[in-house]
C-alpha cells in the first residue's frame, strides 16, 4: 500500500521560511512526477510546483523565486522550501506522486498525501 507522509508544517511570521517534507513508501517500483498542491480555505485545490523523475521542476507563478522543489529519487522523497512567506500562502499542502507498484501492469498511478497546515501571520 503506497503511503505518502507530509512533515514541516506551521506557523511562521509574514516573511519567514518552512520546509515541507513527503516521503514515499509502501511497494513502489518506480514514480515519475512528484509535485506539491495547495488548497486554502473556500478554494479550490492548486498546483504549486511539480519535478519530474529526471529532475525538471515547474512552479506556479505566485510561488516563483520564492519556493524551491527538490527530490532525492533514492529516498522516494521531495521537499519545499518556502522563503518569503505571505498571509496568502496559508493553505493545506498536498504531496502528490505518479506511482507504479511492484509487480503492477496498470502503469503509473496517483496517490496523495493527508496534507499538513502551513499557516503564515501577517
Known amino acids: 500500500q503506497v503511503q505518502l507522509v507530509e512533515s514541516g508544517g506551521g506557523l511562521v511570521q509574514a516573511g519567514g521560511s518552512l520546509r515541507l517534507s513527503c516521503a514515499a513508501s509502501?511497494?513502489?517500483?518506480?514514480?515519475?512526477?512528484m509535485a506539491w498542491y495547495r488548497q486554502a480555505p473556500g478554494k479550490q485545490r492548486e498546483l504549486v510546483a511539480t519535478?519530474?523523475?529526471?529532475?525538471?521542476?515547474n512552479y506556479a507563478d505566485s510561488v516563483k523565486g520564492r519556493f524551491t522543489i527538490s527530490r532525492d529519487s533514492a529516498k522516494n522523497t521531495i521537499y519545499l522550501q518556502m522563503n518569503s512567506l505571505k498571509p496568502e500562502d496559508t493553505a493545506v499542502y498536498y504531496c502528490?506522486?505518479?506511482?507504479?507498484?511492484?509487480?503492477?501492469?496498470?502503469?503509473?498511478?496517483?496517490?496523495w498525501g493527508q496534507g499538513t497546515q502551513v499557516t503564515v501571520s501577517s
Open positions: 509502501g511497494g513502489i517500483f518506480s514514480i515519475n512526477t
Open positions: 519535478v519530474t523523475s529526471g529532475g525538471s521542476t
Open positions: 502528490y506522486a505518479e506511482v507504479r507498484t511492484i509487480g503492477s501492469v496498470l502503469g503509473h498511478r496517483p496517490y
